[in-house]
């Protein structure tokens, strides 16, 4: 299990995005602050897919995410491998059939890559309070959910809209100081241009 943070966030990224390519399949789980509304019962077994999504839906509009679990799972090719001589019916004593090969844990068939990523919103003016269930506090401090890690290093984030806004402004940033850069520039070819123009000689000679 890999716990990020803020200090290895671009580390354990990287590290994600290497191995998703390669991925068998992946598991995505979330401990949020909160999973169920105070005096909400549970959604009754008729009800519609759109009718659970509006009553359900309140919750992650109240409680806020405070790990982002990912999984990566990858074939293992030696599981195939020690499958064949059973598949086959050959006698275990005869391809390392010692006492230490048998009591040898088998491989496993997939690899798992777990990564814990502690998100934490960041202060802003944009950011939304943070509501915790006393119900939800208790399980995962039971659990040994570090709380004292998720506030002082959980990785900040963004809605769409914020993360939208956030690179609109620093693209129209990055177009002024290239158009003030370009500016500067045709400031400083006109300065060198005129201190490097010759001046006229006077005529001296009388008419």
């Known amino acids: 299990m890999v716990n990020v943070t803020k200090a290895n966030f671009v580390q354990a990224s990287e590290d994600v995005l290497k191995h998703l390519k ?23 077994k008729d009800d519609t897919p759109e009718q659970r999504y509006q009553r359900l839906k309140k919750i992650p ?21 020690q499958r064949q001589p059973q598949e086959h019916g050959s006698d ?8 230490e090969a048998r009591e040898r844990a088998p491989e496993p068939e997939y690899i798992a890559r777990p990564y814990n990523f502690y998100v934490f919103p960041p202060s ?10 006393p119900a ?3 399980f995962l401090n039971g659990h040994g959910m570090e709380f004292g890690t998720w506030i002082k290093d959980g990785v900040g984030y963004l809605n769409t809209q914020q993360a939208n806004d956030l ?23 006109t300065m060198n241009t005129t201190a490097a123009a010759p001046t006229p000689e006077k005529n001296n000679h009388q008419s």
């Open 124 to 133: 802003s003016r944009q950011a939304r309070d943070v509501t915790l269930s």
């Open 167 to 189: 690179i609109a402004k620093i693209e129209a940033k990055l177009i002024s100081e290239e158009q003030q850069q370009g500016h500067n520039a045709n400031g400083t070819d």
């Open 61 to 81: 509009e109240l409680y806020s995410i405070i790990q982002v679990g990912v999984s990566l799972f990858h074939k293992n090719h030696n599981y195939d491998s």
């Open 92 to 99: 275990t004593n005869n391809i390392d059939g010692s006492e």
């Open 22 to 44: 390669t991925a068998s399949y992946i598991a995505i789980d979330l401990e949020m602050s909160g999973i169920s509304l105070p005096g909400q019962k549970r959604p009754p």
């Open 136 to 138: 939800a506090v208790q």
